[in-house]
């Protein structure tokens, strides 16, 4: 199993033209070695396939956990402050890969787009 630290940052949308590279998301997820996020090692390891919401306003900033459901991948919060579910439109399809971009339904009703900037290993520390 390869675990992988994966960056997503918000890629140019209609209220961001530029982009914005203060906004967006850090996954911990196995991918196969084609870029996929790899479901049997997730189903092993779903206690450390975590996602943190990162962006300049302190009120956006969101820990979670990458869950699947069906054919669905979304990003849980447990706390009502951080917001509703997100979800990861085909998120299983994807590769990701620097890039490459996904399309995420912010606080479960805004799809917004972002590309992958970067896909480390991770390598956890004691």
């Given at each position: 199993m390869s675990m992988k630290q994966i960056v997503l940052r918000?890629?140019?949308?209609?209220?961001?033209?530029?982009?914005?590279?203060?906004?967006?998301y850090v996954l911990l997820a196995p991918l196969t070695a084609d870029g996929l996020i790899d479901l049997e090692a997730w189903r092993a390891n779903r206690k450390r396939c975590v996602v943190r919401r990162f962006h300049p306003n302190p009120g956006e900033q969101a820990d979670g956990w990458l869950t699947h459901n069906g054919s669905k991948w979304r990003f849980h919060y447990d706390e009502v402050h951080e917001g509703d579910d997100e979800s990861g439109f085909r998120l299983g399809e994807?590769?990701?890969?620097?890039?490459?971009?996904?399309?995420?339904?912010?606080?479960?009703?805004?799809?917004?787009?972002?590309?992958?900037?970067?896909?480390?290993?991770?390598?956890e520390t004691a």
């Open positions: 918000l890629a140019r949308n209609e209220a961001t033209p530029d982009g914005d590279d203060r906004i967006g994807h590769v990701f890969r620097p890039g490459e971009y996904v399309t995420i339904t912010h606080h479960g009703a805004e799809q917004l787009i972002y590309r992958v900037s970067d896909v480390m290993p991770f390598v």
